[in-house]
């Protein structure tokens, strides 16, 4: 209840311009954990270590890390969040990780610059949005998607990330 209350106050903070766009199908080496809920501090927790073991990877194989990528699929059934987090890959492999095809869909998107604790600011503004639009899913939890644009060095306070919400 107190973190509600805490984001509830921070709604007036937030400058979020949301922009709706069409992405394209996107392939990504990476890996993928579940997390126990959708709360910020049990994903938070599983995506790190995941993006730990996926550099890990990518370093030993000489890999490209330029785009990370992290995709929130809720489980319809329970409170988990399947997580995946990798890099693009436009061509070709990595050993010791999966490629994972994001279809191509409709998003609406925002950008976060700042700390990762207060990137719940960012989806609260999304989600706000999606009921005032209409733009909910019916039937399911949404899917979520955070592309590191600026994400260097274990200090995130300066990292910019596209948040983006898939659209029914």
Same mark, same amino acid.
């Given at each position: 209840?107190?973190?509600?209350? /805490?984001?509830?106050?921070?709604?007036?903070?937030?400058?979020?311009?949301?922009?709706?766009?069409?992405?394209?199908?996107?392939?990504?080496?990476?890996?993928?954990?579940?997390?126990?809920?959708? @709360? /910020?501090?049990?994903?938070?927790?599983?995506?790190?270590?995941?993006?730990?073991?996926?550099?890990?990877?990518?370093?030993?194989?000489?890999?490209?890390?330029?785009?990370?990528?992290?995709?929130?699929?809720?489980?319809?059934?329970?409170?988990?969040?399947?997580?995946?987090?990798?890099?693009?890959?436009?061509?070709? @492999?990595?050993?010791?990780?999966?490629?994972?095809?994001?279809?191509?869909?409709?998003?609406?998107?925002?950008?976060?610059?700042?700390?990762?604790?207060?990137?719940?600011?960012? !989806?609260?503004?999304?989600?706000?949005?999606?009921?005032?639009?209409?733009?909910?899913?019916?039937?399911?939890?949404?899917?979520?998607?955070?592309? !590191?644009?600026?994400?260097?060095?274990?200090?995130? @306070?300066?990292?910019?990330?596209?948040?983006?919400?898939?659209?029914?």
């Amino acid at each position: 209840m107190t973190a509600r209350l /805490r984001l509830i106050e921070q709604e007036d903070h937030v400058n979020a311009q949301i922009t709706t766009k069409q992405t394209d199908s996107l392939t990504i080496a990476g890996l993928t954990a579940t997390a126990p809920d959708a @709360s /910020r501090r049990s994903t938070g927790a599983v995506v790190q270590s995941l993006f730990g073991q996926v550099i890990d990877h990518m370093e030993a194989a000489g890999a490209d890390r330029t785009t990370p990528i992290a995709h929130y699929v809720p489980d319809p059934d329970t409170p988990e969040v399947h997580i995946t987090a990798g890099y693009a890959v436009p061509n070709g @492999s990595v050993p010791g990780l999966e490629p994972h095809t994001l279809p191509p869909t409709q998003v609406a998107s925002t950008i976060h610059q700042g700390a990762m604790a207060t990137i719940s600011t960012a !989806y609260q503004a999304l989600a706000t949005w999606a009921t005032a639009n209409n733009r909910q899913h019916p039937l399911t939890s949404p899917t979520w998607r955070e592309h !590191y644009l600026e994400a260097t060095g274990p200090d995130n @306070s300066p990292w910019l990330v596209e948040l983006q919400l898939e659209l029914p």
